[in-house]
């Protein structure tokens, strides 16, 4: 069975940092598709950022501010948040799939649909 365990969300102020881990079992992230998706309140869930053997894909919002990342021997991924801003509030969700190995060469994606395995997610508040 397959479990994605989040820590590391909690509240911060603006321009502050966070790190938050996701940690897997059943399941072997080496040669996975692995992101970070989000979900504020009253809006729709959205991918953040993905990273696979190819390399990684940022949303807009983030790019040069959040940085995904995993260990291998810890079966663990991570996501350092930089520079945080009050609309970084949100529940984070990590998520993980193996892809089609028709697909192997591609970057990985930032939709839904593409990531089998999901946390329970963990909450990040930032104030101004």
């Known amino acids: 069975q397959v479990h994605l365990v989040e820590s590391g969300g909690g509240s911060v102020q603006a321009g502050g940092s966070l790190r938050l881990s996701c940690a897997a079992s059943?399941?072997?992230?080496?040669?996975?598709?692995i992101s970070w998706f989000r979900q504020a309140p009253g809006k729709q869930r959205e991918g953040v950022a993905a990273?696979?053997?190819?390399?990684?894909k940022y949303a807009d919002a983030v790019k040069g501010r959040f940085t995904i990342s995993k260990d291998n021997a810890e079966n663990t991924l991570y996501l350092e948040m930089n520079s945080l801003k009050p609309e970084d509030t949100a529940m984070y969700f990590c998520?993980?799939?193996?892809?089609?190995?028709?697909?192997?060469?591609?970057?990985?994606?930032?939709?839904?649909?593409?990531?089998?395995?999901w946390g329970q997610g963990t909450q990040v508040t930032v104030s101004s």
């Open positions: 998520a993980a799939g193996a892809v089609a190995w028709t697909r192997r060469y591609e970057l990985p994606s930032l939709a839904e649909n593409d990531y089998e395995y």
């Open positions: 059943g399941f072997t992230l080496y040669n996975a598709w």
């Open positions: 990273r696979n053997n190819v390399g990684t």
